[in-house]
């Protein structure tokens, strides 16, 4: 057997300017994936600044958002449904790079379609969480941070999910610039025993608080409710239709 007699560090990757790890690319260094980050803050994509809530009940979860989109210091959209059905009993809403979150809830149907085509079952909202944890995850959508919410066999359920993929399994969370508004009043609104009419009210006075001192949401406020009976999704510009 003959001896190497050369570097055996010498090879494609030396040719190529640049080293290779033999496991790589890791979770988020996919190409040219600080370019993409980068220009997920540039002024030039349509972004949904938003304000957006979710409420766990004994009978299912409520979730709301407003309904502007902005891009860069204009209002670019007056009528956006920030929150969409991506299960047959589960929802998610939006914050952050449009694009994205359009390709973040395309993604999540087809795989939800997958898993319980391939099981014969359903997701659970357990599985569902961590299958969008994941894809956060992968640095694949600059830059979104989305609340889940869903009922499966264990009831019902809210994740606040952040831009990176953690996870955490809440009573209540918002997301989004007019966060910090929303979220003093379901401190003060929120209790244990509260039912779906109850929490579209919450969630309706808390959007309607972040409309007025945040600058990127508004317009109006979009309400799901998601219950073991499927996800109905209803929008209102007036915010005295749930006051």
């Not at 003959?2 to 640049?18: K, Q, Y």
């Not at 809403?93 to 391939?118: C, D």
């Not at 109905?232 to 005295?240: G, L, Q, S």
């Amino acid at each position: 057997m003959r001896t190497p007699t050369g570097d055996l560090s010498d090879g494609p990757a030396e040719e190529l300017g640049r080293d290779q790890p033999v496991f790589g690319p890791e979770i988020g260094e996919f190409e040219h994936s600080e370019r993409r980050a980068a220009q997920a803050d540039g002024e030039g994509e349509m972004k949904t600044g938003t304000t957006t809530v979710g409420i766990k009940t004994a009978d299912g979860v409520v979730m709301a958002t407003d309904m502007r989109a902005s891009l860069g210091g204009m209002v670019s959209s007056k009528d956006v449904q920030k929150v969409e059905e991506v299960h047959p009993r589960g929802a998610l809403t939006i914050a952050g790079s449009v694009s994205a979150a359009q390709n973040l809830i395309s993604t999540l149907k087809a795989e939800t379609s997958l898993y319980e085509t391939r099981r014969g079952k359903d997701m659970s909202m357990e599985a569902l969480s961590t299958l969008t944890g994941n894809l956060l995850r992968s640095g694949a959508f600059y830059i979104v941070q989305p609340i889940l919410g869903g009922v499966d066999d264990e009831g019902a359920h809210i994740y606040s999910i952040d831009a990176l993929g953690g996870t955490t399994e809440e009573e209540y969370t918002v997301t989004g610039s007019g966060s910090q508004y929303a979220l003093g009043v379901l401190e003060q609104e929120y209790h244990d025993d509260v039912s779906v009419d109850e929490a579209k009210t919450i969630a309706a006075k808390a959007i309607q608080s972040a409309v007025e001192r945040d600058l990127a949401s508004g317009n109006g406020i979009n309400v799901a409710v998601v219950t073991d009976e499927g996800v109905d999704i209803t929008r209102y510009k007036d915010f005295d239709d749930l006051l």
